[in-house]
């Protein structure tokens, strides 16, 4: 039997939702924010855009403002310590909360603004195109301009995540996470 629950709960029951660690660098001081966003979603291939949800009082929705780019970056499991602690913790205090973060920045590839983290399994790099305030987030658009994946984890013929090395990170409930399982379900 169902039973009925609350209107909120629709966050959880939409999930569990691909977590990254999403990032990119202030051009006002090279302070570098990262983010833990479990709301992003591809929205159109052809433009090829993806959107991530942020809210106003996160500093990483001023940077990436300013910044005009953001690079999303595909952690494994084995990074949820630093996953977690950027999602818990501003950047406010920190200049640079990638390092503080545990993970190393390395340079993006078609902005000075961009940067990613050298630990991502994957990343890709989206131009800033469009901020729509949605109820009490802004949904950020960018435009996908490079991508990049790991050949251990990412087969890049197949085009596909190989499952029995890419344990990817999903947020279930506060801080209850899955990852991804080695079997593949192939739909004939
Ligand atoms: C698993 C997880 C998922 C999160 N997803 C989002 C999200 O999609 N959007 C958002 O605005 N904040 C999200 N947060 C919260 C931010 O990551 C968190 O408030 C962070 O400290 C903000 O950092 P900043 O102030 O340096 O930008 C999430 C946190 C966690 C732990």
Redesign the pocket.
Known sequence: MRTRCSVNTFITLSGPHP?YLVTANDPRNNNK????????TPISVNPPLFG????PN????TIIKEAGVFTVNILSIDEIDE??W???????QYEN?IKSAGLTAVPGKTDKNATSVIEAMASFECKLKNMIPVGN?TLFIGEVVSAEANEEYFDLEKGKWIPEKARLIF?HVNDV?VTSGEREIVHE
């Open positions: 977590t924010a990262a983010i833990t966003v479990a709301w992003g991530v949800v942020i809210s996160k500093v990483s929705h996953i977690w950027a999602g818990s913790h501003t950047g406010r909360k987030h947020h996470f």
